[in-house]
């Protein structure tokens, strides 16, 4: 009882150099106490270290940020579906969190829906895709980017990215980036039985250092036999090449079925190394939620998934540059100033712990909170860091 109270003492701590800045509101309807009409015109009108809370509604435009560090979400509750999202150029100290959304390629877009490039700055996204239409991601030079519950996946045609005489298909690509994914899901394009019979890979490294955890990859499946003796073959689930170094924590990475026919095609294999090195840790991956926004004084649920009897601690900062202490989830936690660690509870049998904590009082604009959990397992005494999440906590009249 004593750490969960110190704990709350240093939340509240928190929240009083967590300053505030300014909260553009778009409502489709022009609601009461909303900003604009538009996302793009919010963005517009924003400044870095501002928010864009969006309330509820089909907005059929695209979500760029360029050069700007902003918080963008969708409101509690809310239903807010968008067309593609880019970021780009952002600087060594600008951060974009990108969080409570659908992205959907409504405009059924050829080529990848969602595309970050040339950001120095933290990039972190957590929305959520259309089933009914698919979503394929590109990431190149950038710096620190974390994917948290995405799902990504391809039902037509993806365009093909050529380096060097080589061209490349797969529903994530990531290039001379550093990125960490967490709790998401990545599938290939299914093989196509007049354009592209075999399936596509699931995703792609060249050149990158990438962190999978607590994920899913897998290749698509190649197409079932059209012609006599044409069959497609299965995707690969994860292709690395270049200098890429790939640690894959708890997740599961397989190719795809080979079509069926005459001459059965051959499955893809799971991950494919044409160079760069791979790391798996026989670990299981750890996860945390929260809800994203939560209006002041209002309890929030963190709920955390681990290994039964774990230990649980939870990482709280008012920057997300505590983070980069963390990229290694296997080496030594350090704990950056303006931050606070310290155990919370322990997990049940299922492995599940959850805490509500009400949320510190918010005179005017928002405080945004970044928080990863970890889990110390006792029968093994290792401890892994968990997926990190954004708590962004509103004051009065938002």
């Given at each position: 009882?004593?750490?969960?109270?110190?704990?709350?003492v240093a939340f509240l701590a928190l929240a009083t150099v967590s300053f505030a800045q300014s909260v553009f509101?778009?409502?489709?309807?022009?609601?009461?106490?909303?900003?604009?009409?538009?996302?793009?015109?919010?963005?517009?009108?924003?400044?870095?270290?501002?928010?864009?809370?969006?309330?509820?509604?089909?907005?059929?435009?695209?979500?760029?940020?360029?050069?700007?560090?902003?918080?963008?979400?969708?409101?509690?509750?809310?239903?807010?579906?968008?067309?593609?999202?880019?970021?780009?150029?952002?600087?060594?100290?600008?951060?974009?969190?990108?969080?409570?959304?659908?992205?959907?390629?409504?405009?059924?877009?050829?080529?990848?829906?969602?595309?970050?490039?040339?950001?120095?700055?933290?990039?972190?996204?957590?929305?959520?895709?259309?089933?009914?239409?698919?979503?394929?991601?590109?990431?190149?030079?950038?710096?620190?980017?974390?994917?948290?519950?995405?799902?990504?996946?391809?039902?037509?045609?993806?365009?093909?990215?050529?380096?060097?005489?080589?061209?490349?298909?797969?529903?994530?690509?990531?290039?001379?980036?550093?990125?960490?994914?967490?709790?998401?899901?990545?599938?290939?394009?299914?093989?196509?039985?007049?354009?592209?019979?075999?399936?596509?890979?699931?995703?792609?490294?060249?050149?990158?250092?990438?962190?999978?955890?607590?994920?899913?990859?897998?290749?698509?499946?190649?197409?079932?036999?059209?012609?006599?003796?044409?069959?497609?073959?299965?995707?690969?689930?994860?292709?690395?090449?270049?200098?890429?170094?790939?640690?894959?924590?708890?997740?599961?990475?397989?190719?795809?079925?080979?079509?069926?026919?005459?001459?059965?095609?051959?499955?893809?294999?799971?991950?494919?190394?044409?160079?760069?090195?791979?790391?798996?840790?026989?670990?299981?991956?750890?996860?945390?939620?929260?809800?994203?926004?939560?209006?002041?004084?209002?309890?929030?649920?963190?709920?955390?998934?681990?290994?039964?009897?774990?230990?649980?601690?939870?990482?709280?900062?008012?920057?997300?540059?505590?983070?980069?202490?963390?990229?290694?989830?296997?080496?030594?936690?350090?704990?950056?100033?303006?931050?606070?660690?310290?155990?919370?509870?322990?997990?049940?049998?299922?492995?599940?712990?959850?805490?509500?904590?009400?949320?510190?009082?918010?005179?005017?604009g928002v405080r945004t909170f970044y928080m990863q959990a970890a889990g110390l397992s006792r029968a093994t005494?290792?401890?892994?860091?968990?997926?990190?999440?954004?708590?962004?906590?509103?004051?009065?009249?938002?």
């Amino acid at each position: 009882m004593k750490k969960w109270f110190q704990f709350v003492v240093a939340f509240l701590a928190l929240a009083t150099v967590s300053f505030a800045q300014s909260v553009f509101v778009v409502d489709a309807l022009g609601g009461p106490g909303s900003t604009h009409t538009t996302i793009s015109a919010a963005i517009a009108a924003a400044q870095d270290g501002d928010m864009v809370l969006i309330r509820d509604g089909m907005y059929l435009e695209d979500l760029v940020v360029d050069g700007k560090g902003l918080r963008i979400e969708g409101d509690a509750g809310a239903n807010v579906r968008v067309d593609n999202i880019r970021i780009e150029n952002l600087g060594p100290n600008q951060v974009a969190s990108i969080g409570g959304l659908v992205s959907g390629g409504l405009d059924r877009k050829i080529g990848p829906n969602i595309l970050l490039s040339n950001n120095q700055g933290a990039v972190w996204l957590q929305v959520s895709t259309d089933a009914d239409f698919g979503i394929t991601a590109s990431i190149q030079d950038c710096d620190n980017v974390v994917l948290h519950g995405m799902s990504l996946t391809q039902l037509g045609w993806i365009s093909q990215r050529c380096t060097g005489g080589v061209c490349y298909d797969a529903t994530l690509t990531i290039e001379r980036s550093t990125v960490s994914l967490f709790d998401s899901a990545v599938r290939g394009l299914t093989g196509n039985e007049i354009l592209l019979p075999n399936g596509s890979s699931g995703a792609l490294a060249i050149d990158s250092d990438v962190w999978i955890l607590g994920s899913t990859i897998q290749g698509g499946d190649g197409a079932d036999e059209y012609l006599v003796g044409v069959v497609g073959h299965g995707g690969a689930g994860l292709e690395i090449r270049g200098t890429s170094d790939v640690n894959i924590v708890g997740s599961s990475i397989s190719g795809g079925l080979g079509g069926q026919g005459t001459y059965p095609g051959t499955p893809g294999l799971g991950v494919n190394i044409v160079s760069g090195t791979l790391t798996r840790h026989q670990k299981l991956a750890r996860s945390l939620t929260t809800p994203a926004v939560v209006r002041s004084g209002q309890p929030a649920t963190l709920t955390f998934q681990g290994k039964n009897g774990d230990i649980v601690f939870l990482l709280i900062s008012s920057s997300p540059s505590a983070f980069a202490y963390l990229r290694n989830v296997l080496g030594p936690i350090v704990v950056p100033p303006d931050s606070f660690f310290a155990r919370i509870g322990k997990a049940d049998t299922s492995g599940q712990l959850n805490v509500v904590l009400n949320a510190p009082t918010v005179s005017s604009g928002v405080r945004t909170f970044y928080m990863q959990a970890a889990g110390l397992s006792r029968a093994t005494n290792d401890i892994v860091m968990g997926s990190p999440v954004p708590l962004h906590v509103l004051g009065p009249g938002l």
